[in-house]
C-alpha cells in the first residue's frame, strides 16, 4: 500500500500468503506482486532516480515477477521472505537476486524452551555473528557512497523492532537490571526465545536508533544534508505475540488495540520527516494522512505525472503552505486478517466493522475521536446519517481481491473449490 | 495467454481458479487480471482501435480488477463468469458491467436424471427461451454497425462446442436419426443432461458455423470485407467429460489426448485466417504457431511497438513471405491441471512430462512428431542430449507462480499455511 499508493480496499496485496516454508529449502517468499502493477520505485525510476531496497521484502521472491528488480528497483539487498525475517541471524540474504552468505549457522527460530530445564546455552543457540539490521547499515552506506552524484531513492525497511527479539549482545546489556521483573521468554507466544525480553527489545530500539543516525551522518558528510528528504515511520502499532510486552512498555498508550486491528492502536504510527531545506526543525502537524499518501507526495514535489491511486499529496502541509493542503472526505482501510476488518477516519469520526467475514451484517462501531482517543464509547446509535455514509464509502471504496482469502466484504464462495 | 501473449510458465493466469459458486447469487467469476497487465485490446486501444469481447470471459467479474472494461474492452457483453456459461440458456448476460435479463428460467444445469424413471419432459427442463450464442451474434452485429467507420477490432470467444449440450431444437432436429446407436445421455460424466447429445453436438457445430457465416455476410455489406482480418481458432481440443462424444466423432483422430493435455490431442488446434486483399484463398501452412504469437502477429500488421512477450510474428507466412519468418526454437507449455504438465516442440521433436507434481524428477517423454504424430514411441532414453536441452529450456522459462495451486515445478510449501 505504501508503495502503491492504494488503500486495503484496492491493493493487489492485503496479507501475506505464503508461497513456502521457514526453511532454507523451502523458501518460497510470498505471493509476488505481478508485473504490470505500477510503484513509487517504478515511478522515481522513471523520473531519473537511482532506487534502492535494503531490509525486508515481502512481495514475492526473485524467481517470480515480484523481483525487487523487477518491480522498480536498481538495488535489492535483504530478505525476499518475511519469514526468514523473524530470524535477524539468518544463514543468507538476498543481494539482487543473488544468495548472500552471512556468517550465521541455521537454527530453528520458532522453537520453545522448557523454562524448568533451561540454561543459558539455550538462549545462546537463538544468536548468531552476522545480524541482519548491521548489513542493512552497511550497505546502505555503500549505496549512498555510489549514488551520491544521482537522484536516488533508498527504500530502508528495517525489520525491527519486530515480533521476534535479537539483538548483538552490547545493545542488550545496557538495559539488563533496568526493567524490574523481567522474566526470560521462552517461545510459549512463538518466534524466539530470549533471556532478557525487556532488555532485548529496549536494546532493538536503541540500535535502530543508532542505525539512522549513522545513516544521516552519512548524508551530511557527502554534502547531501540540506537537500535529501528523510521520511521515518512504522508499519503499525506494537504488537501481541513473540516476546514482545507491549502492556509492560504501555507501548499503545491509550489507544485502543495492538497490531493487526484497525482499531488506532493498530494504525496509527510516527511519522517524521527531515527536509532541512524546506521543513522547519521540530514543528509538528496534526494534518491526517497515511503512508499510501506517499507516491502523491513524492510526485508533488517532483513536478511529474503519476498514475491514479488513493492518496493525495502533503507536501503543502510538509511545507506548512496549509491554505494549499488538499483536504479528503476520509480515509478507507480495509483488512482480512483477524476476521476481516473495515474502518474509516472521516474528520474526528472512526467507524470500526470487525468479524466481517464471518457476519456480512457486522455492525459499524462509531466512535468520535476527538475526545475518545481510546475508541471506548460507541456513538453508532446516535448517528444513523454517518452509518448511512460509512456503508457508501465502503461500496465505492471496495473492490474484490483476486483470491478468496483476502475477500471477505463480497465473499462469493459456495461449495465449488 | 492469447491476449496477453505469454506461455503458461509466465502467464499470470494458468486455470480456473473459482471466486464463486454455480448460483447467480454466489456468481463470483474467476481470478481476477490483476490492472497494470499488457494486452492485446490495451494494445489495440491505445493504436486507436475500438475493442469489443463478445462471449464468454473467465478473467474477473466487473466489480474486480479483472473488469474487461478495466482491461482494453471498450465494449463487453457475454459471461462474467465461465461456471455460468456452463449454461447456454443463462438468466442474465452482462453487458458493460451491467446485468442483462434473458428470458429464460433459472434452472440447476448440473443435475442428473435417473435412467430408469426419465421423461422426455425431464430433458426440456434443461432448454431455454434465449440461446446465449444468439445473443452474442446480435451484439456483434450491433458492434460492427456502430463501429464500420473506424479500426475495430472485435473478440468473439463463443461458447461452443464446449462441454455441455444444449442448442435450439431447430438445429438438434437436422440431426436426429443420423448417428446410429445414439442414446441420451443422463448427466453421469457432469454437465447438462440432454436427450439426444450426438445431435446436439452436431446441432451445435452447425449453429456457431452458421453465425460465422452471418457475420461474414454483414462484414461484407458494410463493405469491409477486404481489408478486415477474421481469425478463427478453438482454444483446446475435444473434451472429455460431459454428454461429449469425441470418440464416437473421432474428434481427436490419431492425436493422443483430449482437452487438459499437453499431448497432441489436447493442444493442436485449427487456425484460420481471412484476409481478401493479403492473403491467397485456400493456401496452407505448415508453419508451428501458438495463440500467444498474436500479440506479436498485431504488431508487426500495425508496425507498432509492443511490450515483452512469448511470441513471435506470423505476419510474413500469413503474406507467404517465408523468407522473411522469423524462425523459433521452440515452443513452451506448462499446465498445472492433471498433477502438472511440462511440454516443449521444437522441429519435429516433442517433450512432454507429467505428473509433475507428485514427482518432481517425472521423467521426459520424447516423440518425433514428423514419423510419429500420436506419440506413442518414447524415444529420451535415445536422445539424453535433446533431454538436456528440454531441461534447460524448463529452467529458462518458468517464472514461479504468484499463488501456490499453479506452481508445480518449484513448489516450496511445507507445512505452513
Redesign the interface.
Known amino acids: 500500500m505504501l508503495l502503491t499508493g492504494k488503500h486495503g480496499g484496492h491493493s ?1 496485496i492485503r496479507g501475506n ?7 532454507d ?4 517468499g510470498q ?2 506482486l ?5 510503484s513509487i520505485p517504478k515511478m522515481l525510476k522513471s523520473a531519473g532516480y537511482k532506487t534502492g531496497i535494503i531490509g525486508k521484502w515481502g512481495l ?2 526473485h ?4 523481483n525487487p528488480n523487477l518491480q522498480g528497483f536498481d538495488y535489492a539487498y535483504g530478505y525476499l521472505d518475511q ?1 526468514q525475517a523473524h530470524n535477524y541471524f539468518p544463514t543468507h540474504l538476498w543481494e539482487n537476486g543473488k544468495w548472500h552468505t552471512l556468517n550465521n549457522t541455521s537454527f530453528a527460530v520458532h522453537r520453545k524452551l522448557d523454562s524448568t530445564t533451561v540454561t543459558v546455552a539455550d538462549f545462546e543457540k537463538f544468536k548468531g555473528n552476522e545480524y541482519a539490521g548491521t548489513k542493512f547499515t552497511d550497505k546502505a552506506l555503500k549505496f549512498l557512497e555510489e549514488n551520491q552524484a544521482d537522484p536516488f531513492f533508498l527504500y530502508l525497511p528495517y525489520t525491527i523492532p519486530h515480533v521476534g527479539l535479537q539483538v548483538p549482545d552490547k545493545y542488550i546489556q545496557q538495559y539488563i537490571g533496568k526493567f524490574p521483573g523481567e522474566k526470560p521468554y521462552y517461545g510459549q507466544s512463538g518466534y524466539n526465545t530470549s533471556q532478557y525480553p525487556l532488555s532485548t527489545y529496549a536494546g532493538m530500539i536503541s540500535f535502530l536508533d543508532e542505525q539512522v543516525g549513522i545513516l544521516m551522518q552519512k548524508v551530511k558528510e557527502l554534502g547531501l544534508d540540506e537537500n535529501t528528504i528523510i521520511l521515518f515511520s512504522s508499519d503499525n502499532g506494537a504488537t501481541f505475540n513473540g516476546g514482545v510486552q507491549a502492556k509492560y512498555f504501555n507501548s499503545a498508550a491509550d489507544l485502543r488495540g495492538l497490531k493487526m486491528d484497525v482499531f488506532e492502536g493498530g494504525i496509527r504510527v510516527p511519522f517524521i520527516v527531515r527536509w532541512p531545506k524546506m521543513i522547519k526543525s521540530g514543528s509538528t502537524s496534526d494534518f491526517i494522512s497515511v503512508q499510501f499518501d506517499m507516491m502523491e507526495t513524492f510526485t508533488d514535489i517532483l513536478g511529474i505525472e503519476t498514475q491514479k491511486n488513493d492518496g493525495i499529496s502533503i507536501l503543502p502541509t510538509l511545507l506548512n503552505q496549509l491554505q494549499n493542503q488538499k483536504q479528503r472526505e476520509y480515509i478507507y482501510f480495509e483488512y482480512p486478517e483477524k476476521g476481516g476488518q473495515v474502518a474509516i477516519r472521516m474528520g474526528d469520526w472512526k467507524g470500526v466493522r470487525v468479524n466481517v467475514r464471518k457476519d456480512k451484517n457486522s455492525p459499524w462501531m462509531l466512535f468520535n475521536l476527538k475526545d475518545d482517543r481510546g475508541e471506548t464509547r460507541d456513538l453508532a446509535k446516535l448517528y444513523p446519517e454517518i452509518i448511512e455514509k460509512f456503508n457508501a464509502i465502503q461500496l465505492k471504496e471496495h ?6 482469502e483476502w ?1 471477505f466484504l ?1 465473499n ?6
Open positions: 493487489y500468503y505464503e508461497m513456502g516454508g521457514f526453511t529449502e523451502t523458501e518460497g505471493m509476488p505481478p508485473e504490470g502493477i505500477y514475492g521472491m524467481f517470480t515477477s515480484g519469514k473492490q474484490n481481491s483476486h483470491i478468496t475477500e463480497n462469493k464462495s459456495s461449495t465449488i473449490k
